[in-house]
Structures are given as structure tokens and as C-alpha cells.
């Protein structure tokens, strides 16, 4: 039975969770202080994974700590503050980090990614956004043999296990296809299954019109009050009042300050990022998305320019900008390619909501009849939004889902 759903949240989780709604009849508003796509959905590095079968866990070996404790590498850095602030949840996350629980977590972490492409297929379809996503993979970049041989088992086992293709680059091949690439590179792991956007926002912002299409309604604002009398929900949006019978949670990062206001807590933290757009060089042309590994930034050729991404940064969410590391990933990326000048006065800063099992909380909320909660998908919002609002659709309606979602409840932790 079709009934009035409001969607919290428009960046590529919420926006699919709309459209799928939306496909089912159901009468539905999507509720945003910005456009479409405009806030972490707008500044990642545009790639859908269908790789990132392993989610990122927090380093424990001794070799990596000592790297990471004076705090200058660009893969990731921190705040003290930022840390205390989230040292309940970061050790958690630690925890869950030890080999034996990493180990159960990955096939559970995998589930979603595996329906990745398949869901996004058809909203790339329904929103004519063909010429926003290229299909030939990325690459990921290694000076060292030996780090590259160590990525390359963990491919092998990778696809054994998920079916996640790639292929071993020599270092010829590699020059072939990037063929301005700069320094003494040992190869690279070309994952071949995973699609590449040229403009991130952009995807979120055509996935919205489609939305739209299908009836749903796009309402911009700042959401100034959310309440729930136990047959149905009010959403008070720039002081004007909107009645619904479901309310869906997916304002990333925020979505933890709107659940402490509803009595109900989630142990999450964020990682922030950034970004910069650079010219292309005359005569020089970057032809695919590439990662340095052995470093932990990314370069893209995207519509704006070659973006490039840093790693993350441990820190409050609505802490001031700390521009070092993307200066340090500018140093480090210009050694491995000629970048052009900046072409933006100011980096783009984001943070991805991220919980201590590495998975995100999809379903409904404990004990708020009508509260559904889509977040915490940490690195891979942009790539799981989909599957996110294909799976949270079929929660809704009462249909059994295509995967086991209990891994991904609320009330797990």
C-alpha cells in the first residue's frame, strides 16, 4: 500500500533511497539544506567499487603505527582532539580491526558490495547519465614489487571469493596505458569490474531528476524539528510542519546528532577528506583513475579538472580545515605526475560517517515505529547508495531482501 515517506538527506544514499521509494508508488519527499549531492557525495573520488570487497581497517601492526604517529603521511593523519573526542568508537573500531573479527567482518562488508554495479545499472539508466560513467576500471600504482606482489594475492584471493577481476600490470603495460606517468614504477593492480564517474555531484544530481520523474518531490531546507507520536512522524522543515507515515535517516555524519535528539545513540565517527582540482598540462593527459598506493592519494580526470583526493583525517566534524595533508598529497602526486596549477581557491573538505564494524545500519530503527536508518557507510557511500535504497526499499515494504541484512541492524551494537 503506497504511502507518504520523508526522505532526510540528498546525497547518494538518501537520493536512492527516494528513487527506489519512489518506484514503488510510494508518495515521497526528499529533504535537504542543499541541492542534490552537494555535501560528502560531491567531493569523493568518483569511483563505484566493486573491488573494495575488504573495508579499511584501523592499522594495529607496529610498522604501520610508527609511520602513522608523527602525523606527516597523507594516507591518513589526525587531531588530538578529534581522537578524544571519538575514543569510544575508535576503539571499537580497533577492536574489531584484530584479524580473527576483521576476518568474519569481510564476507558480511562484501555482501553489499558485490550488488554494487547491478544497482546503480538501472539509475545510471532512468537517469541518462550514460555519459557521466566510464566501465574500463582504475589503477592502483606501486613503486615496490613487493607490496605490489602482496597487493596481488590479496586480488587473487579477492576474486576467488567475490569475483572480483583485475589484472597485473607490468610495468610496460602500465606505460602503455599511462603513458605520463613519472619515477620508477615496479606495475600496478588494474581492477576491471569498477566504473569511474567524471563528475560525483553530478551523478547524485541526475539520480535526483530522476527521482523526480517517478513523482517524488524535492523540498530544500533546514530540518528544524523531527518527532514521532507512534502512528506517525513530523518533520519541521525551515518552521513550515510535514507529515509523514515513515521518516528515513540518511544524513550521513548528521545522522548521529538527529538520533541523540530521538534518545537513541550510535557509536559513530568520521574520517574528513580532501580535494583540489588541477589543469592538464599542455599535451599531457592522465587517461585513467590512479591511485599511488604506497602513498594514499588519488588522481582523477574528471570534468572539473584532475581532482585529487587525500586520504583521511581523524578530527570533529565541524572543526576548521586543516589544508597540510592535501599540500603533502600535492608534493608527493606532482614526483608521480605533471600537474598543472590549482585550479580552485580553496579546498573542498568532507567527512564520511563511519561505524566501528566498518559496516553501515540499514533497516529500522530500535524501539520509533516508522524511523528507518540509512548511514554510516564510511568510504563507500557513493558506491553502495544504490544497493542501500534497493535493500532499505524492500525492508519497508515487508519483502524479503535479496541479501541477510541483520549484519547491518540498528540495534547490533
Not at 533511497?17 to 529533504?31: E, N
Not at 524535492?218 to 507512534?230: H, I, S
Request: some cysteine; aromatic content about 8%; hydrophobic content about 40%.
Amino acid at each position: 500500500m503506497a504511502r507518504d515517506i520523508i526522505v532526510l538527506g540528498a546525497g547518494m544514499v538518501g537520493v536512492s533511497v527516494a528513487w527506489h521509494l519512489a518506484r514503488r508508488g510510494h508518495g515521497v519527499t526528499l529533504v535537504d539544506r542543499r541541492e542534490p549531492g552537494r555535501e560528502t557525495s560531491f567531493g569523493n573520488a568518483g569511483l563505484i567499487q566493486r573491488e573494495a570487497v575488504r573495508p579499511y581497517p584501523f592499522p594495529r601492526d607496529l610498522a604501520t603505527l610508527a609511520r602513522v604517529l608523527p602525523n606527516r603521511e597523507v594516507d591518513i593523519r589526525y587531531r588530538p582532539g578529534g581522537m578524544l573526542r571519538a575514543a569510544g568508537p575508535l576503539l571499537q573500531y580497533w577492536r574489531n580491526s584484530a584479524p580473527s573479527r576483521y576476518r568474519r567482518l569481510i564476507p558480511e562488508y562484501a555482501a553489499l558490495i558485490r550488488l554494487c554495479l547491478d544497482a546503480h545499472g538501472p539509475m545510471i539508466e532512468a537517469a541518462g547519465a550514460e555519459s557521466l560513467v566510464r566501465r574500463d576500471g582504475w589503477l592502483e600504482v606501486y613503486r615496490n614489487a613487493g607490496k605490489l606482489a602482496a597487493r596481488l594475492q590479496d586480488a587473487e584471493e579477492n576474486d576467488t571469493r567475490f569475483g572480483v577481476r583485475y589484472r597485473r600490470l607490468e610495468t610496460d603495460e602500465l606505460a602503455v596505458m599511462e603513458p605520463n606517468l613519472i619515477g620508477e614504477l615496479a606495475g600496478a593492480v588494474h581492477w576491471q569490474d569498477s566504473w569511474s564517474v567524471s563528475d560525483p555531484g553530478g551523478l547524485v544530481q541526475a539520480y535526483a531528476r530522476a527521482f523526480e520523474a517517478e513523482g517524488g518531490r524535492l523540498l530544500r531546507g533546514e530540518v528544524n524539528d523531527v518527532t514521532g507520536n507512534g502512528e506517525g512522524w513530523r518533520v519541521e522543515v525551515d518552521g513550515q510542519a510535514r507529515h509523514a507515515e515513515d521518516v528515513v535517516l540518511a544524513m550521513g555524519p548528521w545522522s548521529r546528532v538527529w538520533l541523540e535528539r530521538l534518545g537513541l545513540s550510535v557509536p559513530m565517527f568520521v574520517k574528513r577528506g580532501y580535494h583540489m582540482h588541477y589543469a592538464s598540462r599542455e599535451g599531457v593527459s592522465l587517461n585513467h583513475w590512479v591511485m599511488d598506493a604506497e602513498v594514499g592519494y588519488l588522481l582523477a580526470p574528471m570534468r572539473a579538472g584532475i581532482r585529487l583526493t587525500t586520504g583521511a583525517e581523524l578530527e570533529r566534524l565541524e572543526a576548521p580545515p586543516h589544508h597540510q595533508q592535501l599540500a603533502a598529497a600535492e608534493t608527493r602526486a606532482r614526483e608521480l605526475f605533471p600537474l598543472g596549477e590549482r585550479l580552485e581557491a580553496k579546498p573542498w573538505k568532507g567527512a564520511r560517517p563511519c561505524l566501528p564494524d566498518m559496516k553501515p545500519v540499514i533497516g529500522p530503527a530500535p524501539g520509533r515505529r516508522g524511523l528507518w536508518c540509512a548511514f554510516g557507510h564510511g568510504h563507500q557511500g557513493f558506491t553502495l547508495g544504490p544497493a542501500t535504497g534497493r535493500l532499505l526499499s524492500q525492508m519497508m515494504d515487508g519483502e524479503t531482501t535479496e541479501i541477510e541484512m541483520a549484519p547491518y541492524r540498528f540495534d547490533r551494537f
